[in-house]
């Protein structure tokens, strides 16, 4: 792993639990935070990462699922269509992986990189992969969405990750690389 100064939040840490901040004016310094969070995210092999990841608190995130790169603050659905069920990771989970139901289709609306207001309409991975994240802004997560029977096969994992929380290192990646990271 490259170094770039930040840290990864794992399960158990507050912040991935708390409701993240709308950004009310962006500046230059929110810029430099997309960018470091875009570096930090391709460096752990993410396809996405939300500011509370990495311990900011505020409304941003970035993506990319191989088809280009969205730097994103205030991002908010407006539009959901169709279902979908996709195993997702999460780089707040290592070693997790959950089938997570999501609308096929979305539409949402933000600010881009330059400050601008973007709306953007995506479906798949995509679709799946921005609402993963933005659900990190409301201090949603991956386990939340577990099957009774799934709650019962992670406790344990869940219960050691909490634990590891307390720790500052990221974990080594292992078997959950090959799952989706977000
Ligand atoms: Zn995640």
Redesign the pocket.
């Known amino acids: 792993m490259k170094k770039t100064g930040l840290k990864i939040e794992i399960y158990g840490s507050e912040i991935l639990r708390t409701r993240a901040a709308s950004v009310k004016t962006p500046g230059p310094e929110h810029r430099e935070l997309l960018s470091a969070m875009a570096r930090f995210m391709y460096a752990n092999s993410g396809i ?1 990462l ?1 500011a509370p ?1 990495i311990g900011v608190g505020e409304a941003m995130i970035v993506v990319d699922i191989g088809a280009g790169l969205y730097k994103l603050i205030n991002p908010r659905i407006i539009r959901r269509e169709g279902r979908q069920a996709i195993e997702e990771g ?4 290592p070693g997790v992986s959950v089938n997570v139901n999501r609308a096929r289709k979305i539409t949402l609306k933000a600010l881009g990189h330059d400050f601008n207001p973007v709306t953007i309409t995506a479906e798949g991975l995509l679709a799946c992969v921005f609402q ?1 994240e933005i659900d ?1 802004l409301r201090g949603r ?2 386990v939340d969405y577990a099957s009774l029977f799934d709650k019962v096969r992670l406790k344990r994992k869940l219960a050691e990750l909490y634990r590891r929380s307390e720790n500052d290192r990221l974990p080594e990646p292992g078997e959950e690389q090959r799952k989706l990271r ?1």
């Open positions: 996405g939300a990841q999460c780089l707040s989970l993963h990190h997560m991956i977000l």
